[in-house]
């Protein structure tokens, strides 16, 4: 197709039942297009379009608190679609081309920088320390209490002591990107109305009055015996790669979109449904041991079920359970390859 500004993987909600499901989006210059995936292909006519002439992109988008990386776009004709990426660079990517909302968006990110040692699942998990954590205590607005919650000057506060920052406006930037991130969230008026209709550079109120609590996803969550047999471990790692990919069940064997998230020290690779909020892997393994390679493009490899060919590639755990995935490119499938070999 000629004039493809960009294409891949995004999470669209449907709009008569308000599910999530993965679809495959291809921008041009005045439309954006997306197509209903069979199996491991997206199917030969798209599904919709969406006209871009006049239309708003809402970002971050208010609606869904627990989905920090939706997009809305809201067409001439007063249509909104609800689009969700894999991360915020991705996001970002989509609408360069819209200069307003390209600076915008970039405009809080380039600002500070976290050192490459300190990932914001650290910070957050010193904030739920018992002992040296951020205080949450009760807090009334309107006459509305909320507990368990924290003023935006207590957050500024904590982040300074804590050394994680030098200043006030490196505080309240960090706070912006937990923030966009989804690991705390606005509560009451004051905090909710700064979020909606600031900037990304001015989402976070350094004030006494602004109340924030943690969000749902970031709560710890210890409850059933398969988030206890998650060891915290495996996800303290710095992530390296994340993306969309196809991945074959183990079982039926059908090909579905999943998020995959690369991590080193100690490097894991896992998996995320995302058209669930749950921000919890469905799956992982450790790299130690493991091997990767291509598989051919021409015909079916073995082990390969259903109506699917082109840019897979095969990972084989040191138990011996293989994994077949499925990159949108092969220079996708090549820049993944290349990522786990450094890490196995």
Partial sequence: MSGVLKEGFLIKRGHIVHNWKARWFVLLQDKLLYY??????????????????????????????????????????NTEYFLESCSREERDSWFAGHPAQAQQLHRMKNSFKLPSNISLNHIVDKMHDNSNGIKLTPNTEQGNTYKESF???????????????????????????????????????RSTEAMRNGDLSEQFLDDSTALYMFAESSKRKLSSK???????????????????????????????????????????????????????????????GCLVSALEDNGVPSGVKGNVQGNLFKIITKNDIHYYIQASSKAER??????????T
């Avoid at 090549?334 to 890490?343: F, G, S, Y």
């Fill in 151 to 189: 003023t935006g000057s207590a957050l500024v506060d904590w982040l300074i002591s804590s050394n994680f920052v030098a200043s006030r406006y490196e505080a309240g930037t960090l706070s912006s990107m937990l923030i966009d991130e989804n690991f705390i969230k606005p509560v009451g008026a």
């Fill in 334 to 343: 090549a820049q993944w390859i290349e990522a786990i070999k450094r890490l």
């Fill in 36 to 77: 209903k995936l069979n199996g491991g292909r997206k199917e030969h006519s798209p599904k919709g379009r969406i006209i871009l002439d006049g239309c708003v992109i809402t970002c971050p988008c208010l609606e869904y608190e627990n989905r920090q990386l939706v997009i809305k776009l809201k067409t001439k004709t």
């Fill in 226 to 288: 398969e988030e206890l047999s998650l060891h915290i471990l495996e996800l303290s790692g710095t992530i390296i790669k994340q993306g969309y990919l196809v991945k074959q069940g183990h079982k039926r064997k059908n090909w579905k979109v999943r998020r995959f998230v690369l991590r080193a020290d100690p490097a894991f690779l896992h998996y995320y449904d995302p058209t669930k909020e749950e921000n919890r892997p469905v799956g992982g393994f450790s790299l130690r």
